[in-house]
């Protein structure tokens, strides 16, 4: 059974940070990309950030850039998201998403879901 668990959030003052962590479980995790979305209320999901299966650079949405970082633990089959210098526009549902052919280029695209985590900024 596939699973994919967020966890990490909560309520944090402007300036202040957090780490959300997405454990994942039922799939070859390092054969997939890991993203990070969000969505704010009356918002559309947003792709945050891709970390590739083997780690590495990764591109991030504009609003976050310099303040978000996003790693991996094959090992442990966790991705992780870390935001510093949070803003209440970042208020939002984090769910973390992983897409892959884990059977090669000729396999279909599999794509599975976390529950997401609120992260809420406040003061």
């Known amino acids: 059974q596939v699973q994919l668990v967020e966890s990490g959030g909560g309520l944090v003052q402007p300036g202040g940070s957090l780490r959300l962590s997405c454990a994942a479980s039922g799939f070859t995790f390092r054969l997939y990309i890991m993203n990070w979305y969000r969505q704010a209320p009356g918002k559309e999901r947003e792709l945050i950030a891709g970390?590739?299966?083997?780690?590495?650079?990764?591109n991030f949405l504009d609003s976050v850039k310099g303040r978000f970082t996003t790693s991996r633990d094959n090992d442990k089959n966790t991705v992780y998201l870390q935001m510093n210098s949070l803003k209440p526009e970042d208020t939002a549902v984090y769910y973390c998403?992983?897409?892959?052919?884990?059977w090669g280029p000729g396999d279909s695209l599999r794509s599975y879901w976390g529950q997401g985590t609120q992260v809420t900024v406040s003061s």
């Open positions: 970390i590739p299966p083997r780690g590495g650079s990764t």
């Open positions: 998403n992983a897409v892959g052919r884990p």
